[in-house]
Each structure stands twice: as C-alpha cells, then as structure tokens.
C-alpha cells in the first residue's frame, strides 16, 4: 500500500465513470458525486428507470469488454463496482465469479489504460480476509490487478473495502444487532467510495480503505462484555438494555471492532453504529421497529 500527502479537493467538472451504475451502491453513489460537483457517465449492461438524469449513460459488458471504450471517453476517474457477492455463491458457479470479478475487472482496467484513464477506485470486500472462499478470493486477486496496474501503467487506485450492507430483512436483528458485529450501514459506504474519489482525483499511489463502523468499543469493554453484555452494551450505549429486552436480540459475543486502513487518508469519519440505532429506536413503536424494510 503506497499513499501521498492530502492534496486540495478535485476540482468541479472532474469527470467519473461508474461501471455496475445500476446496482446498489451505483444508485446511491451517482446523486452524491452530482452534488460535489463531478460530471458522470454512468456505465451498466442496460440503463433503468430512477437513474439520475443529468448523467451520460453508455452500455457496456466489463465481461465481453463491450462499450468499455464508450464508457470511458473523456473520464479522469474510474469506480469499478460490477461484482458476484457472497450471498451469490449458492446460485452463481466459480467460472461466473471469476469471469465477473476477476476477468471483468482486468478488461476494465486495461480499457481504461487505453482509454488514458489512470485514476481507479475499486469496490472491494472485508471478504478479502476470507480468501478461502470463492468471493474473498477473487477479491485478493481484484486487489493484485490492482497493484498490477500501478506498477505496471501508473494508475493511482483506492480499494474499498467494506463490511457486510447486505439488503436486511429485520431492522432489529439484522440491521442493528449487525451494527456489534460484521455489518455496516450502507451511508457509511457511501461515505467512504465518495471520499476515495475525491482522495484519488488528486492523489497518486495506491491505498486501501476499510469501510466498517465506526470504532466505540475499547480492549477493556471487550473484556467486561464476556462477563456482561448487557450492562457492558448499556453502559456503551445508553438505552440498550431496553431495546435488547425489548426485542430479544442476542448480544453475548463480544463486539467486532473495525479495521481501520485509510480512514486518516481519505477522513473516512464512519458515524453510524449500534448506539445510534439505539437512539432511532427509542422513538418507534414495536409495530414501526418490525415494519421497517431495507430501502436498498
């Protein structure tokens, strides 16, 4: 991981294209890089409904290298986000992981090469400590094109790296019970792949970021956890013995403390965790708490 000094932020009119436009975190990426003053293609197989209007939209296959080209004229910055997930291994062969993740990202690198485009940031995964499985490993190799391309071409790059943001299916259980453990909310995210842009629009080198919680737990809170997680929880977060009860959550594993590669870089500042969940459930009913559905 190599990095440099901060420098001043992009100026207005960089332009970015965002390859996986359509998916979830295209859709919530493209308004915030609009608002900071960016230009924006937006690169998918097929353009959708609900896409912000002020963008150019060229279709592309990262995995066939069709309309690469297209999407990259003009750019300065390039967001590679097309990607199988961990949830996908149930019903997405090795050979489609690869042919996406791996061989996808190596097209889009080497069209972006040709194309003058030497600013790169990657949507990585936490996975990547997990090479053992087929996402977690084509990750470790996303990162190594990566690192290829900087030696090899000159690019500049930032590889995020986040938790899970899975789409959940209970606000309580999934969502903010997670927020202990290996999840992360999706804003936070955000938050990171937008600062990497604006890090690597002016930066050259390459860097890692991790895009977890924010850190609220010490060494010594993780101790008194494992003799009471609850009282530990409270006295953490107040108002969590309440909402523990209230909703059953189990809580006796010790919180996860999040890794913290290249928050000082980009000022990855995360803010949402299991203690503001707390404090937006304080004031919903039980019937508002189990109603809420994932907006993503």
């Known amino acids: 991981m190599i990095h440099v000094n901060q420098s001043p ?6 332009r970015v294209v ?5 998916g979830n975190i295209g859709r919530g990426l493209a308004p915030r890089l609009l608002a900071a003053g960016y230009e924006l293609t937006l690169s998918d197989l097929k353009t ?6 002020e963008a150019r939209f060229a279709a592309a296959d990262v995995r066939m290298e069709e309309g690469l080209q297209t999407a990259m004229v003009d750019a300065d910055v390039l967001v590679h986000l ?3 997930h961990g949830i996908h291994a149930v019903d997405h062969t090795e050979t489609e992981f690869w042919e996406l993740n791996v061989n996808g990202t190596f097209r889009t690198l080497q069209a972006a090469i040709t194309a003058g485009v030497r600013k790169v940031v990657w949507l990585s995964s936490q996975a990547w400590h997990e090479s053992n499985g087929v996402y977690g490993f084509t990750k470790v190799i996303g990162e190594q094109l990566l690192e290829y391309h900087r030696r090899r071409h000159g690019i500049s790059y ?3 790296r986040p938790a899970s ?5 209970d606000w309580a259980r999934d969502y903010g019970r997670g927020l202990l ?7 936070d995210v955000l ?8 890090w690597v629009a002016v930066n050259d080198g390459g860097l890692v970021l991790d895009a977890h919680h924010p850190d609220a737990v010490q060494a010594d809170d993780l101790r008194d956890w494992r003799h009471d997680p609850v009282g530990t929880a409270d006295r953490l977060f107040p108002g969590a013995r309440a909402v523990v009860e209230r909703f059953g959550l189990d809580i006796s594993a010790p919180p996860v403390r999040p890794r913290k590669l290249g928050w000082t870089e980009v000022g990855y500042v995360p803010s949402r965790n299991f203690g503001t969940w707390i404090k937006e459930v304080a004031g919903l009913s039980d019937d508002q708490v189990r109603a809420r559905t994932s907006d993503y």
């Open 9 to 14: 932020p992009a100026p207005n009119g960089t």
């Open 18 to 22: 965002i390859t996986g436009a359509v």
């Open 48 to 53: 959708v409904d609900g896409l912000v209007a």
């Open 82 to 84: 097309p990607a199988l």
């Open 158 to 160: 930032v590889a995020v």
């Open 165 to 169: 943001l899975v789409p959940w299916t």
């Open 181 to 187: 453990y290996e999840r992360v909310d999706r804003d």
């Open 191 to 198: 938050d990171a792949i937008q600062l990497s842009v604006d």
